[in-house]
């Protein structure tokens, strides 16, 4: 079977941890590639829910196991939180959960900067989490960074620790007014850290690849969505990594040839947290309506999600970034009573010009005005639905739509939150 990265194909939140969650049956290893606990999957099962922000969502599957790249900036804390929760739930995760000794260490430093440079942007807000993921990567760019296998040469973390915490003392005191931080307690902190989560830590770039050797079949687990990626999304108003196909390679070190299908997800309609372009976003009203139906609120800070209507320019973008060949589309059911869809096939900028493809050009994206096509809805539960042909007629013309206007198909369909209310498309919709 091919090794498969699965993705968001929109501004993230499209429910990929339930989609690998389901796929992870069909895999051996389960790798995720970028990002922290800034990311938020949620999966549901038999009424039990479990939240993942750092543990790839594989690990709910017995026997599999699950890694975290090289490409992750890694919150020991969150963490061990998560791996608290593994245990309360009697999962085990002794010789199937792993953490590359080259994965970035988020720091209390990395936090407050990050808040901070947030609140002093005013109304030019980011919309990051404060999770402090940005600065962490900021520092592994600028080689300020501090990596996990550091942590086992004590002498050496603390000539770097006093040396980099200095340097953020002078930040914080300087530029914020801020109070400074003590680097003895930092160390003695991540100290503990280090002897908690060293059964975990090794060289998984030798893990990966001798699994590729001995063709164990690979999924590679993404986060946030393609429209947040730091080269090809809504920039600046993005997350700090490469949250497309195209960080699978340096967030993992396997070869791209290892890496033979790109499987992409999106909702049935489209959403945002925090700032930035969204051209589709509906209304206050109409965008409550489907915020509570659709239990939109970020799993990592729980603020509400900006709604809007399916986003075709956005999502083939997307599509063409990753090489996707496949997708599923979910939260299906959100649309149930719908009378009439709208999707976005383009957009237009100064009452004329007309773009099927999306911008680049921040000046622009505010000022897009969509231009929709409409679909009669189904106004029937699709819920309880299991089986393709059951899905309501005008449900499956939706599906057949949005594959037309997408160019790939639509190979499952996610009518609720639990594992089981999913539906398989067959390769040909009818």
């Given at each position: 079977m091919s090794n498969v990265c699965v993705v968001g194909l929109q501004w993230g939140d499209e429910g990929k941890g339930k989609i690998i969650d389901i796929l992870a049956e069909e895999y051996d290893l389960i790798v995720r590639y970028q990002g922290g606990s800034n990311a938020g999957h949620t999966i549901v099962i038999?009424?039990?829910?479990?939240?993942?922000?750092?543990?790839?969502?594989?690990?709910?599957?017995?026997?599999?196991?699950?890694?975290?790249?090289?490409?992750?900036?890694?919150?020991?804390?969150?963490?061990?939180?998560?791996?608290?929760?593994?245990?309360?739930?009697?999962?085990?995760?002794?010789?199937?959960?792993?953490?590359?000794?080259?994965?970035?260490?988020?720091?209390?430093?990395?936090?407050?900067?990050?808040?901070?440079?947030e609140t002093e942007k005013g109304d030019n807000k980011i919309g990051t989490t404060g999770r402090g993921i940005g600065p962490c990567y900021a520092d592994k760019m600028s080689r300020r960074?501090?990596?996990?296998?550091?942590?086992?040469?004590?002498?050496?973390?603390?000539?770097?620790?006093?040396?980099?915490?200095?340097?953020?003392?002078?930040?914080?005191?300087?530029?914020?007014?801020?109070?400074?931080?003590?680097?003895?307690?930092?160390?003695?902190?991540?100290?503990?850290?280090?002897?908690?989560?060293?059964?975990?830590?090794?060289?998984?770039?030798?893990?990966?690849?001798?699994?590729?050797?001995?063709?164990?079949?690979?999924?590679?687990?993404?986060?946030?969505?393609?429209?947040?990626?730091?080269?090809?999304?809504t920039y600046p108003y993005i997350t700090s990594s490469n949250s497309s196909a195209c960080g699978v390679s340096s967030g993992t070190g396997v070869s791209p040839r290892h890496i033979h299908s790109v499987f992409g997800v999106m909702k049935a309609y489209t959403t945002r947290v925090g700032s930035g372009p969204f051209p589709t976003e509906m209304g206050e009203n109409h965008g409550e309506v489907v915020r509570e139906r659709g239990a939109e609120f970020g799993a990592t800070t729980g603020r509400p999600r900006r709604c809007g209507w399916f986003d075709a320019v956005a999502v083939r973008h997307a599509v063409t970034i990753n090489g996707a060949d496949s997708a599923v589309l979910t939260k299906l059911d959100v649309l149930d009573r719908e009378e009439t869809i709208k999707v976005c096939v383009g957009y237009k900028a100064d009452g004329n010009r007309t773009y099927d493809t999306f911008p680049s050009d921040l000046a622009l994206l505010p000022d897009l005005e969509p231009v929709y096509e409409k679909i009669s809805g189904w106004l029937e539960d699709t819920s309880g639905v299991t089986e393709e042909d059951k899905l309501p007629k005008q449900a499956r013309a939706y599906v057949r739509f949005l594959e037309k206007l997408l160019g790939l198909k639509i190979t499952m369909v996610s009518v609720g939150p639990e594992r089981s209310q999913a539906v398989r498309i067959s390769n040909e919709c009818k």
């Amino acid at each position: 079977m091919s090794n498969v990265c699965v993705v968001g194909l929109q501004w993230g939140d499209e429910g990929k941890g339930k989609i690998i969650d389901i796929l992870a049956e069909e895999y051996d290893l389960i790798v995720r590639y970028q990002g922290g606990s800034n990311a938020g999957h949620t999966i549901v099962i038999n009424d039990s829910k479990f939240v993942f922000h750092l543990i790839p969502s594989g690990i709910l599957h017995a026997g599999k196991q699950c890694v975290i790249g090289n490409g992750v900036v890694l919150d020991p804390a969150q963490f061990l939180k998560e791996l608290n929760e593994l245990e309360r739930h009697n999962i085990p995760t002794a010789d199937r959960l792993f953490i590359s000794d080259r994965a970035h260490l988020v720091f209390p430093y990395h936090k407050i900067l990050d808040l901070m440079s947030e609140t002093e942007k005013g109304d030019n807000k980011i919309g990051t989490t404060g999770r402090g993921i940005g600065p962490c990567y900021a520092d592994k760019m600028s080689r300020r960074g501090i990596r996990v296998g550091e942590l086992y040469h004590p002498a050496y973390l603390k000539t770097k620790l006093r040396e980099v915490v200095g340097e953020k003392n002078r930040v914080l005191r300087d530029l914020h007014n801020a109070d400074t931080l003590s680097w003895e307690e930092i160390y003695a902190e991540y100290m503990e850290y280090a002897e908690a989560i060293r059964p975990f830590v090794c060289d998984t770039v030798v893990l990966i690849n001798e699994a590729v050797k001995k063709s164990r079949r690979i999924l590679f687990e993404g986060a946030q969505g393609t429209m947040l990626d730091v080269d090809f999304g809504t920039y600046p108003y993005i997350t700090s990594s490469n949250s497309s196909a195209c960080g699978v390679s340096s967030g993992t070190g396997v070869s791209p040839r290892h890496i033979h299908s790109v499987f992409g997800v999106m909702k049935a309609y489209t959403t945002r947290v925090g700032s930035g372009p969204f051209p589709t976003e509906m209304g206050e009203n109409h965008g409550e309506v489907v915020r509570e139906r659709g239990a939109e609120f970020g799993a990592t800070t729980g603020r509400p999600r900006r709604c809007g209507w399916f986003d075709a320019v956005a999502v083939r973008h997307a599509v063409t970034i990753n090489g996707a060949d496949s997708a599923v589309l979910t939260k299906l059911d959100v649309l149930d009573r719908e009378e009439t869809i709208k999707v976005c096939v383009g957009y237009k900028a100064d009452g004329n010009r007309t773009y099927d493809t999306f911008p680049s050009d921040l000046a622009l994206l505010p000022d897009l005005e969509p231009v929709y096509e409409k679909i009669s809805g189904w106004l029937e539960d699709t819920s309880g639905v299991t089986e393709e042909d059951k899905l309501p007629k005008q449900a499956r013309a939706y599906v057949r739509f949005l594959e037309k206007l997408l160019g790939l198909k639509i190979t499952m369909v996610s009518v609720g939150p639990e594992r089981s209310q999913a539906v398989r498309i067959s390769n040909e919709c009818k």
